[in-house]
């Protein structure tokens, strides 16, 4: 299984960006997937889950009203859209699988993919 995640990048405060992952060896349906990051010297937090089937979504206080993390099983994506983008929101992001029905601690995710760096200046 193979998690390939894009989409980060250089941002100024307030702006927006899309994080994509794409999951290949593994049909994607069945598995809860999430969105952490991990800023320098810090561990590896929870920023957003989503159900199998979407409809159900969970949110990290901080980013509560700013993000959004959306899902395409036909493509085996998983989507982070930001918005309003804050210094703080400064980390490697990473996209996880996991078949846990809450979903949001890292230690309940099997498979991670690599991490896309994503930096807001202010």
């Known amino acids: 299984v193979q998690l390939q995640a894009s989409g980060g990048g250089l941002v100024q405060a307030g702006d927006s960006r899309r994080l994509s992952c794409v999951v290949s060896g593994r049909v994607i349906r069945g598995y809860r997937m999430g969105w952490f990051r991990q800023a320098p010297g810090k561990e590896r937090e929870f920023v957003a889950t989503?159900?199998?089937?979407?409809?159900?979504?969970r949110y990290a206080d901080s980013v509560k009203g700013r993000f959004t993390i959306s899902r395409n099983n036909a493509k085996s994506t998983v989507y982070l859209q930001m918005n309003s983008l804050k210094s703080e929101d400064t980390a490697v992001y990473y996209c996880?699988?996991?078949?846990?029905?809450?979903?949001?601690?890292?230690?309940?995710?099997?498979?991670w993919g690599q991490g896309t760096q994503v930096t807001v200046s202010s």
């Open positions: 989503i159900s199998r089937d979407g409809g159900g979504t």
């Open positions: 996880g699988l996991t078949s846990n029905i809450v979903g949001n601690e890292a230690t309940q995710y099997y498979y």
